[in-house]
């Protein structure tokens, strides 16, 4: 089992910067590939971000490409969603995965859910 923990979520306004966090318990850390997913009110769960175990491979939605950018420290248990320029629309809940070791897109790819955190961006 794996629990995962989410932080640093709030209200920004548009253009700003937000650093959100997942610190993560249980199993080895570093067995796992993690991923941001995010919903919006009234919207389906939608993919952010990825990243395999060890940090070699990342895989990002088009809609925040060259904007956000997913990282981890497995001796700190914790992968990080660095998120700038934001926009009104990613506005949503903000949820941390794990899954196996590789990268992946599909949110039945993985085992394991935080709770999410909520960002909201103001314009």
């Known amino acids: 089992q794996v629990r995962l923990v989410e932080s640093g979520g709030g209200l920004v306004q548009a253009g700003g910067s937000l650093r959100l966090s997942c610190a993560a318990s249980?199993?080895?850390?570093?067995?796992?590939?993690m991923g941001w997913f995010r919903q919006a009110p009234g919207k389906e769960r939608e993919f952010v971000t990825a990243?395999?175990?060890?940090?070699?491979?990342?895989v990002y939605a088009d809609s925040v490409k060259g904007r956000f950018t997913i990282s981890r420290d497995n001796a700190k248990n914790t992968v990080y969603l660095q998120m700038s320029s934001l926009k009104p629309e990613d506005t949503a809940v903000y949820y941390c995965?794990?899954?196996?070791?590789?990268?992946?897109?599909?949110?039945?790819?993985?085992?394991?859910w935080g709770q999410g955190t909520q960002v909201t961006v103001s314009s």
């Open positions: 995965a794990a899954g196996p070791a590789g990268v992946a897109a599909a949110g039945a790819w993985y085992d394991y």
């Open positions: 249980g199993r080895t850390f570093s067995n796992y590939g």
């Open positions: 990243i395999s175990w060890s940090g070699g491979s990342t």
